[in-house]
């Protein structure tokens, strides 16, 4: 790849992904609309920054105790010792658009029925629209034994707690390396956020301990919870191929149960029944659901596979409630085949935006998410694929001049330089 050449590309960056949906430049006259948005990550700060600009006369309400943003797609770099936890921690309050209203709490209820959410508080909020992005839950507490707590210590790590626990993740990895033993990674057998990213920890740590000479010291095993690494036929085929290379073991169907921190095991639940691991270092993935108060609302699938872990109804092309039509989820919690990472979220909160937009102007909504998701899927210090695929499985390339599935410097440079400042102008509404 030519340097130069990339060089003319970069300002492409802030538009990865740029083949989707922008957003219609069209204004609405909200005529006193109601707009509730659930939550302010991502998905809620990129919409409340371009239905304040798009819908006049509307009174908009984010619903978010959070005070603190975090780059998530960041934590793999601060596990990885490369960035600090300042580095991906920002203000909510330096998104929020001035003219919506922020209150500063949890939603404690959803009622669909009464067209309103109830707040910690008790404060009562109706809307004529709601647009459900309250994030997903990481539910540690399923795996019997384990606690946040203990990340940093006892040979645990899980870079998904936040940016301090993705720094004493860091410190983990170092002592493992130093130390030598058996190193375990995994993915939990539920819906989760960015399903790369104990991918990218596992070669992370495999290429930290090639550049420290200390690769014949540990032993590396990734525990795939199915029969496939990834839900991506090819992406499935070039990682097990490069594990293969890297020497790094597979142990397919397993999906961790409990941990005993002192003892230093692990039992996961496999088609044969429990197996009990011995390790010296341990990355935790945890299951993820939606949040309780979503889960225990009639928002959630009432049956199939998104059923269990309440993930939001909802049309996979619209992302609208087909049992509330003035319900939209966007994000994590979105009951959809794919979407749980922000690039997902780039492309999914235009189209109900754009379909919100129609519907007030008197118009036919046909805006359509079609299911992209993008992985940069780093594999050394330095070197990363660019995944992009849509709800089809199907590898889409925003940058025609990368190769998905080539270890390129130019997909890490992307990861490293690129990402966060397209994912800052997205919450301004502007990516």
């Not at 507490?141 to 203990?150: R, S």
Request: proline share 6%; net charge positive.
């Amino acid at each position: 790849m030519d340097r130069r050449y990339f060089l003319k590309a970069g300002s492409l960056l802030a538009a990865l992904g740029a083949s989707g949906l922008t957003g219609a430049a069209t204004q609405a006259q909200g005529k006193g609309v109601r707009i509730v948005i659930a939550g302010a990550g991502a998905a809620g700060l990129s919409l409340a920054a371009r239905l304040a600009r798009q819908v006049d006369n509307a009174s908009i309400i984010v619903v978010d105790a959070k005070k603190e943003h975090h780059f998530q797609p960041g934590l793999t770099l601060v596990g990885a010792g490369i960035w600090t936890p300042s580095h991906i921690t920002d203000s909510n309050a330096r998104y929020m658009p001035r003219s919506v209203r922020w209150v500063q709490e949890a939603v404690a209820e959803f009622d669909p029925d009464g067209n309103q959410v109830v707040t910690a508080s008790g404060q009562r909020l109706p809307y004529d629209f709601l647009f459900v992005a309250t994030g997903l839950k990481l539910d540690y507490a399923a795996i019997d034994g384990m606690n946040p707590d203990l990340i940093g210590r006892n040979g645990i790590a899980s870079i998904y707690a936040g940016p301090q626990a993705a720094q004493a993740s860091a410190g983990a990895i170092d002592q493992f390396i130093e130390k030598g033993g058996v190193g375990l990674f995994m993915r939990p057998a539920t819906e989760m956020k960015c399903a790369g990213a104990p991918l990218k920890i596992t070669f992370l740590v495999d290429d930290k301990a090639r550049i420290k000479g200390r690769r014949d010291a540990v032993q590396l095993v990734y525990n795939a919870h199915n029969d496939a690494v990834f839900s991506v036929v090819p992406v499935n085929e070039k990682v097990r191929t490069l594990f293969s290379e890297r020497d790094i073991g597979v142990n397919y169907g397993h999906v961790l149960r409990s941990i005993d921190p002192g003892a230093r095991k692990a039992v996961f639940t496999t088609g044969k029944g429990e197996a009990t691991l011995d390790y010296d270092f341990l990355h935790v993935v945890p299951p993820m659901r939606a949040p309780d108060a979503v889960r225990n609302s009639p928002l959630p699938w009432q049956v199939g596979a998104l059923a269990a872990d309440g993930w939001v109804e909802a049309d996979k092309a619209t992302l609208r409630h087909p049992r509330y039509p003035n319900v939209f989820s966007v994000g994590d919690v979105a009951g959809v085949p794919r979407g749980k990472t922000a690039a997902s979220v780039k492309w999914q909160v235009p189209v109900v935006v754009d379909n919100l937009m129609a519907e007030l102007n008197g118009k036919e909504p046909r805006a359509v998410y079609n299911g992209y998701t993008s992985c940069p899927m780093v594999t050394r210090y330095g070197k990363a694929m660019l995944i992009e695929f849509d709800y089809d499985g199907k590898l889409v390339q925003s940058f025609p001049f990368i190769d998905p599935l080539e270890e390129l410097w130019i997909s890490w440079l992307i990861d490293e330089k690129g990402l966060i400042g397209a994912y800052r102008a997205m919450l301004r509404g502007r990516a």
